[in-house]
């Protein structure tokens, strides 16, 4: 009895594999995976920024834009404060933090926190945060 050897079936095998593998790169593509990560804007720019007198919703859209976390004593506010910079921005640092912590309460243990060599600590995407890490 002649078998014939199934050609067809090995094709459709490594079709289907080929698929697999597409989909996966394409599913860490839509995940934003290798995606830059923003550029943080730190505590010196914002004191910057408020000295050149650059609008509060410029400076707070370009803070929303950075994702960045400050996490900041009482003192390194009223140290900001003194430096001019107004209210609402100190505000929304201030709250850039409760929000962290809200969501996830591991975060106020200073191991998820980078210092930036500015005196400053940070958190958030620019600092190796997944997009959504809570």
Same mark, same amino acid.
């Given at each position: 009895?002649?078998?014939?050897? *199934?050609?067809?079936?090995?094709?459709?095998?490594?079709?289907?594999?080929?698929?697999?593998?597409?989909?996966?790169?394409?599913?860490?593509?839509?995940?934003?995976?290798?995606?830059?990560?923003?550029? *943080?804007?730190?505590?010196?720019?914002?004191?910057?920024?408020?000295?050149?007198?650059?609008?509060?919703?410029?400076?707070?859209?370009?803070?929303?834009?950075? %994702?960045?976390?400050?996490?900041?004593?009482?003192?390194?506010?009223?140290?900001?404060?003194?430096?001019?910079? *107004?209210?609402?921005?100190?505000?929304?640092? %201030?709250?850039?933090?409760?929000?962290?912590?809200?969501?996830?309460?591991?975060?106020?243990?200073?191991?998820?926190?980078?210092?930036?060599?500015?005196?400053?600590?940070?958190?958030?995407?620019?600092?190796?945060?997944?997009?959504?890490?809570?």
């Amino acid at each position: 009895m002649y078998v014939r050897f *199934p050609y067809w079936t090995i094709f459709r095998q490594r079709v289907v594999w080929v698929l697999v593998v597409v989909l996966c790169f394409a599913g860490c593509a839509t995940l934003g995976i290798g995606r830059p990560q923003p550029t *943080p804007i730190t505590v010196p720019e914002v004191v910057q920024m408020s000295k050149a007198a650059v609008p509060v919703e410029t400076i707070l859209q370009k803070m929303r834009d950075s %994702q960045t976390i400050y996490r900041l004593t009482a003192s390194q506010l009223v140290g900001l404060h003194e430096d001019g910079v *107004p209210n609402a921005v100190l505000d929304y640092m %201030q709250e850039t933090y409760l929000a962290a912590v809200r969501r996830d309460q591991a975060l106020e243990d200073w191991r998820h926190w980078a210092w930036a060599g500015d005196g400053y600590w940070y958190g958030g995407r620019p600092y190796g945060w997944p997009r959504v890490w809570w």
